[in-house]
Structure formats: structure tokens, C-alpha cells
T-cell receptor, first 114, second 114 residues
Framework: AQSVAQPEDQVNVAEGNPLTVKCTYSVSGNPYLFWYVQYPNRGLQFLLKYITGDNLVKGSYGFEAEFNKSQTSFHLKKPSALVSDSALYFCAVRERGATNKLIFGTGTLLAVQP | DAGVTQSPTHLIKTRGQQVTLRCSPKSGHDTVSWYQQALGQGPQFIFQYYEEEERQRGNFPDRFSGHQFPNYSSELNVNALLLGDSALYLC?????????????FGPGTRLTVL
């Protein structure tokens, strides 16, 4: 069965510092991986995806993610954090098959201090 | 172009009651998926509708049922509500055309069962 793990419930970082939110996955075959962000009382907003190709994926709002097949990881990164980046971040893998069902991790709360 | 819309935004019910949640997909989308996000958890897939039929179902009891209308909008019905059904219910729409049919999420309906 496919699964996603986000080992950190919360990540704290100072504004202007680089940030990393960790994600590891377990899939059979090649993975389709996603990052979504959720602000309070809002739905999920798509940040970026990895389907194939370059291991470094660039997405919205200056975020990027590095796909590492040997470590089965897909960590989210940003060179310089903003206070407005504070939100709940979810890593997800698309289940293989006829539908585009997503399997989500438990989420990581990112807190950026001014 | 309106994105995915959901109604109502908030709902309070008591145990044993029945509830209906509604979703209008993004323009041009023909597939609707429903997810349940319990507090502190990642979204869990409930089911997906395409061509007015349930195409895939997650690990949810039969108390959860759905419907898709000819205009692609969808309803989620939950019967015999339990306290544990309290959650944010997210609707996501996608199109079967396109290379990887990204899902777009609505803002969700927050259901509280007392």
C-alpha cells in the first residue's frame, strides 16, 4: 500500500532563514508526489508536484521540493521564509490506478517567527 | 472563473441526524472527489464520482453516500451521524482530460456533531 510520512508535527523557523519540511513516501513503482498548503479555515492550495524529470521541482510562492529516489523523500524547501508562509503543509502521493486519489500525510505546521 | 465551491461553510448537527453537503466543481471539470479531514489529521479519501457514478471508494461505512448530477456538481450525504463524523469535508474537482488531472480543492464544510 502506498503511504506518506511527515515526521515533524511542527517546524519553527525565523523569518529570512531557509526552511525545510520533510516528507518520505512508500510506493510501488514511480511515484507522483505533491505538496499542498492549508491556511486557517481554508481548503488545500496546490504548491507543486513531481511526476517525472528533474529532481528539483519549483512551485508557487518561491517553494521548491527535492525528489530523492534512493532516500524515498520529497522534502519541501524555501531559501528565505516569510511570516506569511506560516500554515499547515501536506505531502501527498497519488495512488496508482484509474483514479487520481490522493493519499496525504498527517501534515506539518510551519511557524515562521518575525 | 470560479473555483470549487462548497456549501454550507459550517454546519452543526446532533447525533443520529442526517446531513447533506454540496459541491460545485471548477468550470470544465467532470470529476469530483470527497475527503474527510479530522482535526489534526490529513485528508482521507471518501469517494470519487465521474459520469454520475461512484468510481472509487475509500474505507468509509455505507452511512456515507454521494451523488453526482448531470452538471457535474455533487452531494455528500451522511446518515446516522456520530460524534466522530465531526470534521472538515473537502471537495476536489478535476478533469479527465489533460496529462495528469490535478485536483483543485474547495474551502470545505466544517461539520460539528454534538
Amino acid at each position: 500500500a502506498q503511504s506518506v510520512a511527515q515526521p515533524e508535527d511542527q517546524v519553527n523557523v525565523a523569518e529570512g532563514n531557509p526552511l525545510t519540511v520533510k516528507c518520505t513516501y512508500s510506493v510501488s513503482g514511480n511515484p507522483y508526489l505533491f505538496w499542498y498548503v492549508q491556511y486557517p479555515n481554508r481548503g488545500l492550495q496546490f504548491l507543486l508536484k513531481y511526476i517525472t524529470g528533474d529532481n528539483l521541482v519549483k512551485g508557487s510562492y518561491g517553494f521548491e521540493a527535492e525528489f530523492n529516489k534512493s532516500q524515498t523523500s520529497f522534502h519541501l524547501k524555501k531559501p528565505s521564509a516569510l511570516v506569511s508562509d506560516s500554515a499547515l503543509y501536506f505531502c501527498a502521493v497519488r495512488e496508482r490506478g484509474a483514479t487520481n486519489k490522493l493519499i496525504f500525510g498527517t501534515g506539518t505546521l510551519l511557524a515562521v517567527q518575525p | 472563473d470560479a473555483g470549487v465551491t462548497q456549501s454550507p461553510t459550517h454546519l452543526i448537527k446532533t447525533r443520529g441526524q442526517q446531513v447533506t453537503l454540496r459541491c460545485s466543481p471548477k468550470s470544465g471539470h467532470d470529476t469530483v472527489s470527497w475527503y474527510q479531514q479530522a482535526l489534526g489529521q490529513g485528508p482521507q479519501f471518501i469517494f470519487q464520482y465521474y459520469e454520475e457514478e461512484e468510481r472509487q471508494r475509500g474505507n468509509f461505512p455505507d452511512r456515507f453516500s454521494g451523488h453526482q448530477f448531470p452538471n457535474y456538481s455533487s452531494e455528500l450525504n451522511v446518515n446516522a451521524l456520530l460524534l466522530g463524523d465531526s470534521a472538515l469535508y473537502l471537495c476536489a474537482s478535476s478533469s479527465t482530460s489533460g496529462s495528469w488531472n490535478e485536483q483543485f480543492f474547495g474551502p470545505g464544510t466544517r461539520l460539528t456533531v454534538l
